[in-house]
């Protein structure tokens, strides 16, 4: 089964507007990252958080991490078109090394 | 970072016939790995391949199915095997950075079979 639940599943925005994005997992994890996928193409990471973290930030992309409900969200701020894609979440697993990515939300951003 | 170079970006195959996937990274990495995408799905792992061993497989997956080759520390195969419409899917190759904590992605096979 999927390590990594992500709500909602799609999303649609005006630019200029923040998107909001959760992502719940089961085990515990060694880090979550988010990561972007533009029209079915390969994937781009956008931003790691380790479990001894709480937040982070990267230019407009604001991550949290809530270990004791295995649960974490990305924050858009001032969204803009270019934002629109598949944003999935991935959890690096404290037993193993590989990752396990949720099932991703579908983020429309209208101009 | 890693630059991955995948190929082909896409094709359309017939029932049957088997397709091979090659990934070219510009640096040398202990392991690549394999992943499939079904439409409107998340990733599913697939493989992890090294370089002087053999691949090893997630639960689902087989090595006839899907054999993988790994000749050296910049390169990787995976090919898809007797396929059906069922593998039509994007299959991604990605190495981990090093850091060894982030992966980074090739650009992806978009695989329609007929």
């Known amino acids: 089964s999927q390590q990594g639940e992500e709500d909602p599943q799609a999303l649609s925005i005006q630019e200029g507007e923040n998107a909001t994005m959760n992502c719940s997992y089961k085990t515990s994890i060694n880090n979550l990252q988010w990561y972007r996928q533009n029209s079915g193409r390969g994937l781009v990471h956008l931003i790691l958080i380790r479990s001894n973290e709480r937040e982070k930030h990267s230019g407009r992309l604001r991550v949290t991490l809530d270990t004791s409900k295995k649960s974490s969200s990305l924050l858009i701020t001032a969204s803009r078109a270019a934002d629109t894609a598949s944003y999935f979440c991935a959890t690096e697993e404290a037993a193993g090394n590989k990752l396990t990515f949720g099932g991703g939300t579908r983020v429309l951003v209208k101009p | 970072s890693a630059v991955i170079s995948q190929k082909p970006s896409r094709d359309i195959c017939q029932r049957g016939t088997s397709l091979t996937i090659q990934c070219q990274v510009d640096?040398?990495?202990?392991?690549m790995f394999w992943y499939r995408q079904q439409p409107g799905q998340s990733l599913t792992l697939i493989a992890t391949?090294?370089?002087?061993?053999?691949?090893?497989?997630e639960s689902g997956f087989v090595i006839d199915k899907f054999p993988i080759s790994r000749p050296n520390l910049t390169f990787s195969t995976l090919t898809v095997s007797n396929m059906s419409p069922e593998d039509s899917s994007i299959y991604l190759c990605?190495?981990?950075?090093?850091?060894?904590?982030?992966?980074?992605f090739g650009s992806g096979t978009q695989l329609s079979v007929l």
């Open positions: 640096s040398q990495v202990t392991m």
């Open positions: 990605s190495v981990r950075g090093s850091t060894n904590e982030k992966l980074f």
């Open positions: 391949a090294n370089q002087g061993s053999e691949a090893t497989y």
